[in-house]
T-cell receptor, first 113, second 112 residues
């Protein structure tokens, strides 16, 4: 089944403890991106990747890192999480770029205490 | 990227037709208009995309006037399960930026 998977789905952590949220797609898509969703602010793009080893900042990249060593994986790294990063995170992928249909993962709900 | 404006929220009743309008005054020649639907605690999913006039699929219709400065998503005979957030996006058919802006969307509440 074609899909985007994220792990973990739920995570509660403490300030400053490094964490990684994994994202994987099995559709051989070139474009992948990360979003955070907060009440009243909608979906905001954190980082995106046009292809392997090519990543770029979205609208809210501060406090996050990403990597794209393989085409199928696009992990989101929080080196030193803070409470203001408590949010619902979505990973998405598409065939070529942002103008193609985006396929979203199920989301990761992160709480930073 | 073209900015879009859509109502924050709308209410409707089961069986009614719902029209959600999105303004995109600075839409460019190469831009397409795309709508996504998001159910609570799920990722958005693609509904429909168009460039001009009218597009229809099994889920919705998209009406785009000649000047393309706005578009209207039409959901026929909504049911409770259509309660969701609807996002209007304007993105270039070809762009080197890679950015995609979803905004706040329109929260549609369908009542019995």
């Amino acid at each position: 089944e074609a899909q985007v998977t994220q792990n973990p789905r739920y995570l509660i952590t403490v300030t400053g403890k490094k964490l990684t949220v994994t994202c994987s797609q099995n559709m051989n898509h070139e474009y992948m991106s990360w979003y955070r969703q907060d009440p009243g602010l909608g979906l905001r793009q954190i980082y995106y990747s046009m292809n392997v080893e090519v990543t770029d900042k979205g609208d809210v990249p501060e406090g996050y890192k990403v990597s794209r060593k393989e085409k199928r994986n696009f992990p989101l790294i929080l080196e030193s999480p803070s409470p203001n990063q408590t949010s619902l995170y979505f990973c998405a992928s598409s065939y070529r770029d942002q103008s193609d249909t985006q396929y979203f993962g199920p989301g990761t709900r992160l709480t930073v205490l | 990227l073209a900015k879009t404006t859509q109502p924050i929220s709308m209410d409707s009743y089961e069986g009614q037709e719902v029209n959600i309008t999105c303004s995109h005054n600075n839409i460019a020649t190469n831009d397409y208009i795309t709508w996504y639907q998001q159910f609570p605690s799920q990722g958005p999913r693609f509904i429909i995309q168009g460039y001009k006039t009218k597009v229809t699929n099994e889920v919705a219709s998209l009406f785009i006037p000649a000047d393309r400065k706005s578009s209207t998503l039409s959901l026929p005979r909504v049911s409770l399960s259509d309660t969701a957030v609807y996002y209007c996006l304007v993105d270039p058919g070809s762009s080197n930026t890679g950015k995609l802006i979803f905004g706040q969307g329109t929260t549609l509440q369908v009542k019995p």
